[in-house]
């Protein structure tokens, strides 16, 4: 370091001119003229600041060294290195003679914040991320269109809500990819984080659990290598058009991945001379076919808080209960992916195979998309499907996947007829009940299926273990009074409650101990992408909300049926102790009881979480996708 008393006063201005005209002083707003001021007065040439100016925003997180080592940790991979795309896409921007403007807003890491306050947060976020990137968005109100650099859980929603509010502006979302698996031995991401459940059920040592923890990411960025959250709404994003073709789930750091940003460069720039914009791409179309697509993926249930969200930020109307009852219940599961199997293939084994494009072939097939829709391609999904069947493209990916990694592409991305003799089931189901009135919702797919009757049906009785939150039911599972046969009732971590924090913790767990397949678990939380188990969430009213679920008493006896095939199930109270009786005396009593005492708001819960599960709630709640419904709000404080 030198000497600190050495101060610059003054120092040289940029040589040259501004390139303006007698018209742009007269008649240009002031901010104009000084956004030219400031951009040269961060050296950008002023001979070149008549081009057209372009927006990247994203979610870059950390600080990097020229050589890529750390030099500030970033709160996960997926946000680590993506400013290696912003700078291509902007390297590419600049070429063609445009100037490109770039905008950050992190995201923070549900993997880390699992089981802490931070987790409270999580949800939320995603609310707030949307609005900040949307004020950073009209904040240069001379752009001509926005390229959106994402790739986890909340920071990639948030974008695609950001973006889709964008309307008669062009847009293109760049997918942040996935991290690679390790090679010696590692776990993936998911398992690793059950070392601490594990090591307390004496089967991984201490040192055991140490190396395990250190060797989970065989790259140092990209989401991760199962198909949760992050992963799934990479191929949402380009279900919906917004993304270019074939580019969710692509390996981080990789050519292939930058060649992404520099590809969605040269088409924000074909979209504006072309006058598409984002309204012309996301469509009530678009958002059904992304349903689909999820569906066939056997993606996290998370997006269904996440594209309805979507659909909102573009004016569309919110996908229903119904809406996704009647897709999963003719769209079959084609994708053999962490975490659901039947084959734990990672995601860029996904990316290889295929993609979004190879699900897509199928699904055509079957006539479960409109393909006559506009994507950011500038083309229709019809046009880009029949192209991508003979390209080199396709085919040089699944020859690397048959080649390095020994797998058939076509045991990954099934076909209908081979996924059905796998025993592939719809994804999603949405139990009702007298423990869920509202409706309820379970990964069917994620349910072990040894535990499965014969005939499709997943059907649980046993005694409801209560807990207030989720850290007094990770410390039963860690001390042993979890048991085969008990359904675990987490209670009062809906929206109101913590913010409707991930409950990845308990279901991680019980999926490596040995028992847990003979535990279910009923939330008014929600569960990561990850989850997998008898994890029932969403349950609604919430209990906070005066909802059944926060009147279960430790005793109670619930009893579960999900009809995997049929797309249908229950989650009724019917017994207390050794009494049993039907659904509709079990409602009965439930009225009767008061919610239990130890009901209430966490303690430590923010207080703009209370705000925004109180605002969330006025617009729909869960299930219309957690958002601010303005015109609603405004009117409920004007009435």
């Known amino acids: 370091m030198g000497d600190i008393y050495q101060i610059r006063t003054r120092g040289d201005s940029p040589a040259g001119q501004l390139p303006i005209t007698e018209e742009q002083l007269r008649e240009s707003p002031s901010g104009d003229l000084f956004g030219l001021t400031q951009s040269a007065g961060m050296g950008w040439d002023p001979a070149a600041l008549r081009g057209d100016p372009y927006l990247i925003l994203n979610t870059h997180g950390g600080v990097r060294a020229d050589d890529g080592a750390p030099v500030a940790l970033g709160y996960h991979t997926g946000h680590w290195e993506i400013g290696l795309q912003v700078q291509a896409a902007a390297n590419q921007l600049k070429a063609n003679g445009k100037v490109p403007y770039a905008a950050h807003c992190s995201d923070p890491c549900d993997g880390r914040t699992q089981g802490t306050d931070g987790m409270f947060d999580s949800l939320p976020f995603r609310n707030d991320a949307a609005i900040v990137m949307r004020r950073q968005i009209r904040s240069l109100p001379t752009r001509k269109g926005v390229i959106g650099v994402a790739t986890c859980d909340k920071g990639l929603p948030a974008m695609m809500m950001a973006l889709a509010s964008s309307g008669d502006f062009p847009a293109v979302l760049v997918p942040g990819g996935v991290t690679l698996p390790p090679s010696d031995g590692g776990e993936d991401a998911g398992a690793v984080q059950t070392i601490g459940a594990r090591f307390s059920h004496g089967m991984l040592s201490l040192d055991e659990a140490a190396t395990l923890g250190c060797k989970a990411c065989g790259s140092p960025g990209g989401g991760c290598q199962f198909l949760g959250t992050a992963a799934t709404s990479q191929v949402v994003g380009e279900a919906l058009g917004l993304a270019p073709f074939h580019t969710a789930l692509a390996p981080s750091g990789s050519e292939v991945w930058l060649e992404i940003a520099t590809r969605a460069a040269d088409l924000i720039q074909d979209l504006k001379s072309n006058g598409l914009g984002v309204n012309q791409i996301i469509t009530d179309a678009a958002v059904r076919n992304a349903m689909v697509v999820h569906a066939a993926f056997g993606g996290s249930t998370n997006l269904l808080l996440h594209i309805p969200a979507i659909a909102h930020a573009a004016g569309l109307r919110r996908p229903t209960v119904a809406d996704w009852q009647e897709v999963n219940a003719v769209v079959p599961r084609l994708v053999s992916v962490l975490p659901n199997g ?74 209908p007829e081979r996924a059905k003799e796998r025993g592939l089931t719809s994804t999603v189901t949405f139990p009702t009940g007298n423990l869920a009135p509202e409706g309820a919702l379970i990964k069917g797919t994620a349910i072990d299926p040894t535990v499965v009757d014969d005939d499709g049906v997943y059907r649980k009785e046993g005694p409801a273990k209560v807990f207030p939150s989720e850290q007094a039911a990770m410390a039963a599972i860690k001390a042993g009074e979890i048991k085969a046969g008990d359904v675990m009732v987490l209670a009062g971590i809906g929206p109101m409650g913590t913010g409707m924090e991930e409950t990845y913790q308990v279901t991680s767990a019980l999926k490596f101990l040995p028992f847990g397949k003979h535990v279910a678990v009923i939330t008014d939380g929600r569960f990561s992408g990850v989850s997998t188990g008898a994890c029932i969430g969403h349950l609604g009213p919430e209990a906070l909300a005066g909802g059944p679920i926060g009147k ?49 708001p966490h303690s430590r819960l923010p207080e703009d979480t209370k705000l925004w599960a109180a605002l969330q709630a006025q617009s729909g709640g869960t299930w219309g996708g957690c958002v601010y419904d303005v015109p609603s709000l405004t009117a409920k404080l004007a009435g």
């Open 342 to 415: 039947p084959e734990m293939y990672p995601t860029v084994n996904v990316f290889l195979a295929g993609g979004v494009p190879e699900v897509m072939l199928h699904l055509r097939d079957l006539e479960l998309l409109d393909t006559s829709v506009t994507t950011v391609e500038g083309q229709s999904w019809d046009t880009l499907l029949d192209e991508w069947k003979d390209s080199e493209r396709r085919q040089r990916f699944r020859a690397v996947l048959q080649e390095q990694e020994g797998v058939n592409p076509d045991a990954v991305i099934m076909s």
């Open 552 to 600: 279960v008493q430790d005793g109670d006896v619930i009893r579960i049926e999900i009809d995997r095939n049929n797309n249908i199930g229950t989650v009724n109270m019917v017994g207390v102790g050794e009494e049993r009786f039907d659904h509709e005396e079990g409602a009965r009593i439930l009225g009767e009881r008061s919610s239990r005492p130890d009901l209430a």
